[in-house]
């Protein structure tokens, strides 16, 4: 009851409340931060100011200006979230409506050829472990995060129990794969632990990966849009559907709760679509 009685200001003692609820909930540490973000930017709009209908419609309105819509929609989720927890339901506020895109960019899409020249630049380079890194991720359709799970023990058995936002399921890595993993730890001297790690041998930071990544281009001859690790997670998707084409199962391989997130990785290119209305002949005349 005392969370009816008190004034609706965003307190640090609330925020704090709430994060430690997000905790328990198992939320994915990434996700918390996020929701956090998205609080602590309703709290600088507020200024002290009592959460209101009227003032959350205005803070909507000025994220509207500044953000993307899907960037919107996730700061509305979180503050909503909030609003349940606080049982001060009657605040809530409407997401965006957003159409889904039919066809992604043809500018952020990144081909097989292009991915090729990334792997191939970096062996060039001298980068051996990011070669591995980037054909992990591309072969099983993992996330960034979850390179933590490819272990020398999964390596052996051909398979890893992969973590992530509550959830677990199995991994299967190529033979391929197995063997170039297995020659990489020989030749590091390890035969055990995590795969991937840095000099001090702690797990990756994905925005090591994503520095590493960025400069590869100039020399492969990609753009800087194409090249962060979660494209090479929708490049798996694409492919993987385009020899099986069964949402269901890539879903599960994914990671997907919901269907239609899968259903966005999958989406085709304009240039895509163009040629397949070229290939149907419709036209008689």
């Given at each position: 009851?005392?969370?009816?009685?008190?004034?609706?200001?965003?307190t640090?003692e609330?925020?704090?409340?709430?994060?430690?609820?997000?905790?328990e909930?198992?939320k994915?540490?990434?996700?918390?931060k996020?929701?956090?973000?998205?609080?602590a930017?309703?709290?600088?709009?507020?200024?002290?100011?009592?959460?209101?209908?009227a003032?959350?419609?205005?803070?909507?309105?000025?994220?509207?200006?500044?953000?993307?819509?899907?960037?919107?929609?996730?700061?509305i989720?979180?503050?909503n979230?909030?609003?349940?927890?606080?049982?001060w339901?009657?605040c809530?506020i409407q997401?965006?409506?957003?159409?889904?895109?039919?066809f992604?960019?043809?500018e952020?899409?990144?081909?097989?050829?292009?991915?090729a020249r990334?792997?191939?630049?970096?062996?060039?380079?001298?980068?051996?472990?990011?070669?591995?890194?980037l054909q992990?991720?591309t072969?099983?359709?993992?996330?960034?995060?979850?390179?933590q799970?490819?272990?020398m023990?999964?390596?052996?058995?051909?398979?890893?129990?992969?973590?992530?936002?509550?959830?677990?399921r199995?991994?299967?890595?190529?033979?391929?794969l197995c063997?170039?993993l297995?020659?990489?730890?020989?030749?590091?001297?390890?035969?055990?632990?995590?795969?991937?790690v840095t000099?001090?041998?702690?797990?990756?930071?994905r925005?090591?990966?994503?520095?590493e990544?960025?400069?590869?281009?100039?020399?492969?001859?990609?753009?800087?849009e194409?090249v962060?690790?979660?494209?090479?997670?929708?490049?798996?998707?694409?492919?993987y559907?385009s020899l099986?084409k069964?949402l269901?199962?890539?879903a599960?391989i994914?990671?997907?709760t919901?269907?239609?997130t899968?259903?966005?990785y999958?989406?085709e290119s304009?240039?895509?679509?163009r040629?397949?209305?070229?290939?149907?002949?419709?036209?008689i005349?």
């Amino acid at each position: 009851m005392w969370k009816r009685r008190k004034a609706r200001v965003l307190t640090r003692e609330r925020l704090s409340d709430y994060e430690f609820f997000l905790r328990e909930q198992e939320k994915a540490g990434n996700t918390v931060k996020k929701y956090m973000q998205s609080l602590a930017s309703l709290r600088s709009h507020l200024a002290g100011a009592p959460i209101t209908k009227a003032a959350l419609i205005e803070w909507k309105e000025e994220l509207v200006r500044e953000y993307a819509p899907a960037s919107v929609n996730a700061m509305i989720a979180a503050v909503n979230s909030f609003l349940n927890f606080m049982e001060w339901t009657d605040c809530r506020i409407q997401p965006l409506k957003i159409q889904r895109a039919i066809f992604r960019r043809e500018e952020k899409e990144l081909t097989r050829s292009e991915y090729a020249r990334l792997v191939k630049t970096a062996e060039k380079m001298g980068k051996e472990r990011l070669a591995l890194v980037l054909q992990t991720i591309t072969s099983t359709g993992i996330r960034v995060s979850e390179l933590q799970f490819i272990t020398m023990e999964a390596v052996r058995c051909g398979r890893a129990v992969v973590r992530c936002k509550g959830k677990s399921r199995e991994v299967f890595l190529p033979k391929k794969l197995c063997r170039c993993l297995d020659a990489y730890m020989r030749e590091q001297n390890r035969r055990s632990g995590l795969v991937f790690v840095t000099k001090s041998g702690k797990k990756l930071d994905r925005s090591n990966i994503w520095r590493e990544m960025k400069s590869l281009c100039e020399e492969a001859g990609v753009s800087e849009e194409k090249v962060f690790p979660h494209n090479l997670r929708h490049l798996f998707a694409r492919t993987y559907y385009s020899l099986e084409k069964d949402l269901s199962r890539l879903a599960d391989i994914l990671g997907h709760t919901n269907v239609a997130t899968t259903r966005i990785y999958t989406a085709e290119s304009g240039t895509i679509h163009r040629a397949q209305l070229e290939r149907m002949g419709m036209i008689i005349t």
